[in-house]
Every structure is written in C-alpha cells, then in structure tokens.
C-alpha cells in the first residue's frame, strides 16, 4: 500500500513539473487567432484546438508559423510582448 501511495506522489509530481517552462500554441475561438500560452489548454473552454508543447517561446512561435489555421502573426504584437 505504501508503494503504490510513493507511486502516486511521485506521478504528481513528475506530471506538474512537466509543464513547467511549456509553451503551446492554441486556436482562440473568439478572435480567430493562435496564441501562445504557458499552462495545458482545455480545448472548448474558448480554444478550438491545441498542439503539443514545447521547450521554448521561439520554438512555440516557429510552430504557430506552419499551422494552417493560424493567420500570420502581427509583428506589432509579438514585439510588444517582448
């Protein structure tokens, strides 16, 4: 019993410092546009889709540039976030 509750502490643990430092690119349903955002998205809380996370911002954005439903992103935008 008590390697199964070491087991599942230590599942936890492991699955919450995993997304630590993510990054995914999302498709936010209100404005028709992907974002980038640092925690797991839940898909129909306002996203229409989600894709795999990655270990830096640039790769996030280098991605978000491939995915056909991404509209290009505003320059303006992306260096006001810097």
Do not use: Q
């Amino acid at each position: 019993m008590k390697r199964m509750i070491l087991a599942g502490a230590l599942v936890l643990l492991s699955s919450a410092s995993y997304a630590d430092g993510r990054y995914w690119v999302v498709g936010n349903s209100a404005t028709g546009k992907c974002d980038i955002v640092t925690s797991n998205p839940v898909i129909g809380g306002g996203y229409f889709f989600g894709d795999r996370p990655y270990k830096s911002k640039d790769d996030a954005k280098l991605a978000r540039s491939t995915i056909k439903p991404c509209p290009p992103p505003d320059p303006k935008e992306d260096s006001a976030h810097k």
